[in-house]
């Protein structure tokens, strides 16, 4: 189970400090769905990257299985079972699709493993595996690259950052599918960045985040409606301390 | 008999066991130590000078050529000029790796000298890799020059690589594309550290009709290292000719890279790239993310980028 308390996070602005996190506190249930929504620059992607260990938080802490896991570093997080898809993933030049995932499984995966994750994403995997992850790929190609280095861990909390970001609708709908299926099988706790319906629809729970703090949460029947009516006022009634 | 140091650095620079297969030429602190010829690969002493000539016959097709050095006696120069001669439509690896072990305070050496005189529709792969290692005080320097001459339709791939432990290094290649059709890939991996320095210099002429040459460089300066790197391609003809010198530079190390291209010919078409920096904290980042400890990450991160 993963639980934040009173996560604050801040960080030096030009006018003095910026509060990107403000008093989070939230609980993920283990082989929960659930996806982080809200508006652009509400804090979304700084309370997953903390979750991670990427971003510091500079209050509260992170629970993770009953262990307080604010002070530890990213590869101790991983190492207790929590990955991270990047919205915007790195590119390796002279690292093959194959060693990337090899990495992610920490050992040396068969041919057909390291092709099933690939076919999980999307991607054709006799034409990419043996493909440098640099610039000769897309930024579509390397986004569900990434995504496959997530699911070949095989973690116990999957967090994604906005996996729908840059990839084409046919393969869209093949990774909604693989993260249905990952949440059927009860295979991992999920937890995912996104403004996607289709992947909105999926969850068990959809937290609203804005303005750095937790705007609502609840199922998808409660929260869904909420967003809709707010895109077609243009004004996110949602945001923490703002007039309409 | 080779020793059990021979025997080690045999395995870094060229891959072999024991005295490996096909044709074979060894060289050890500047004396033959073993030879073997094939049927269609002939190795000979030059008579003038050190070195040896290396008849391939035309036609020979998936066989391979091994000539590495050794150098282990401390404070040892060498020098070395070798010939190949390709013959027409062959297809042939050639292993030419060197390493030194120096143990002493006084400097090691090794100049080699290799030229290539490649056939119509020959095809040649060239593996060259450089290596140091000993307690010694004394440098490990090697400075390899390889000449290449290409005939119509002839293609050679140089992978030239240095691992570690080579403390200063001046690397001259010279490649005239002459044939119609001919090309030339060469990738050139280079390590530096410690304050180990390196210089590599190419001259890529492409005189014949529709020749091509592709320059990959990858190179890593680490601790207070210092590279200097500066392929120049001319084209002279139609033609095509991309250079690209990737650096990743640590610690308080120096790189340069001075590509140049010359297009003499309006339908010559040149291109060069280079980029020079540091591992980005998100690829670190990321390979942490896999459960990678930093410094795995940034080992990770150079073993693909050198490879």
Redesign the interface.
Known sequence: MLEIKHLSYRVDGEDGGVDILRDVSLTVEDKKFVVVTGPNGGGKTSLARAVMGIYQPTGGSIFWNGEDITRLSVTERAQRGISYGFQQPPRFKGMKVRDLLNVAAGKEMSHDSACDYLTKVGLCARDYIDRDVDASLSGGEVKRIEIATVLARRSELMIFDEPEAGIDLWSFARLTDTFQEIHDKKEATILIISHQERIIRLADEIILIANGAVAARGSVEEIYPKIIADTVTGCSRLEVDRKC | MLNEIQKNILAIVADMKGTGEGAVNIRSDGQKAFRRNTEHIVIESKTDKDGIDIRIAPGTKDESVHIPVVLTKGGFKDMVYNDFFVGEGADVTIVAGCGIHNCSDCDSQHDGIHTFYVGKNAKVKYIEKHYGEGEGEGKRILNPQTVLYLEEGASVTLETSQIRGVDDTKRYTKVECRGAGSEVIIRENLLTHGDQKAVSEMDVFLSGFDTKAQVIS?SVAQDASAQIFYPRVSGDNKCFGHVQC?AIIMGSAKVRAIPEISCNHVDASLIHEAAIGRI?G??I??????????EQAEQ??L?????
């Open positions: 990858r990737d980005a998100e690829q980042m990321k390979l942490m993310t896999l459960g990678l400890t930093a990770k991160i073993e693909g980028f050198l490879r």
